[in-house]
């Protein structure tokens, strides 16, 4: 069964720092293309950061680039995204997903996680 959780959000000031986690089940892991997406209310789910099975190949929305780090830990079936530098408009829901393809449109990834709510308070 594929299976991804998220964990790590929370409440924090501006210009402050938080890492999110997702626990990935083990076949999706290893085979799959992992992405970031979040979504901020009244708004659509976007884009933020995606990573190659191997873990090689990076990418990032212009919007985070420079202030977010997405990393997999394989050992631990968990991605990771370190996020810093945060502002208010980084608010929203955060979720992982999992692709077949390296793209960056959400239609095209096959499963999510429940999400985890990051709250940037000016």
């Known amino acids: 069964q594929v299976k991804l959780v998220e964990s790590g959000g929370g409440l924090v000031e501006a210009g402050g720092s938080l890492t999110l986690s997702c626990i990935v089940s083990r076949r999706t892991f290893s085979r799959s293309v992992l992405g970031w997406f979040r979504q901020a209310p009244g708004k659509e789910r976007e884009f933020v950061a995606i990573i190659s099975s191997t873990g090689k190949d990076i990418s990032y929305a212009d919007f985070v680039r420079g202030r977010f780090t997405i990393s997999k830990d394989i050992a631990k079936n968990t991605l990771y995204l370190q996020m810093n530098s945060l502002k208010p408009e980084d608010t929203a829901v955060y979720y992982c997903?999992?692709?077949?393809?390296?793209?960056?449109?959400?239609?095209?990834?096959?499963?999510w996680g429940q999400g985890t709510q990051v709250t940037v308070s000016s």
């Open positions: 997903g999992a692709s077949d393809y390296w793209v960056v449109r959400e239609h095209e990834y096959y499963t």
